[in-house]
């Protein structure tokens, strides 16, 4: 006969529910943080003529099960002609300013992943 005996199995489950949703926050913060930095820097960056490109650049963010994405961009029709226009002579901002200013940012971006990371490791072991 084989009698095997789990302890603390409460305490187990009480941490597994609880991943989820640390992750799930974690994550959003550091998507928003990154997406935050880089809209700020895109805008600095965006050619102006009227202002109008540069006051559409805004983050979004999309989520669905298992996924979580952030965007930052524009909807302005013109946007992507303005974006890849390395041959426009703007007298303000430039071409690539999207590209730019994740580039620019990176160091940033992956400081938040690992503030996140770490931020998960400590709240789950709270649950010893």
């Known amino acids: 006969m084989i009698d095997i005996k789990m302890k603390n199995m409460d305490q187990l489950m009480k941490v597994y529910g609880k ?6 926050k974690e994550m959003k913060d550091a ?5 935050a930095v880089v809209e700020r820097a895109a805008k600095k960056k ?3 003529d009227s202002g109008h490109l540069r ?3 805004q983050k979004s963010r999309k989520a ?10 524009s909807d302005v ?3 992507l002609k303005q ?5 426009f002579k703007h007298r303000t901002g430039e071409a690539k300013f999207l590209d730019k200013a994740l580039r620019e940012n990176e160091r940033k971006v992956m400081a938040f992943f690992k503030q996140m990371i770490n ?9 010893k």
């Open 64 to 73: 669905k099960a298992g996924e979580s994405k952030v965007f930052v961009g």
């Open 46 to 48: 965006t050619p102006v």
């Open 31 to 35: 998507l928003n943080k990154s997406a």
């Open 83 to 87: 974006h890849e226009g390395e041959h």
């Open 55 to 57: 006051r559409s650049i």
């Open 19 to 24: 991943v989820g949703q640390i992750v799930q």
């Open 77 to 79: 029709r013109y946007a």
């Open 119 to 127: 931020n998960i490791i400590k709240k789950l072991a709270k649950y």
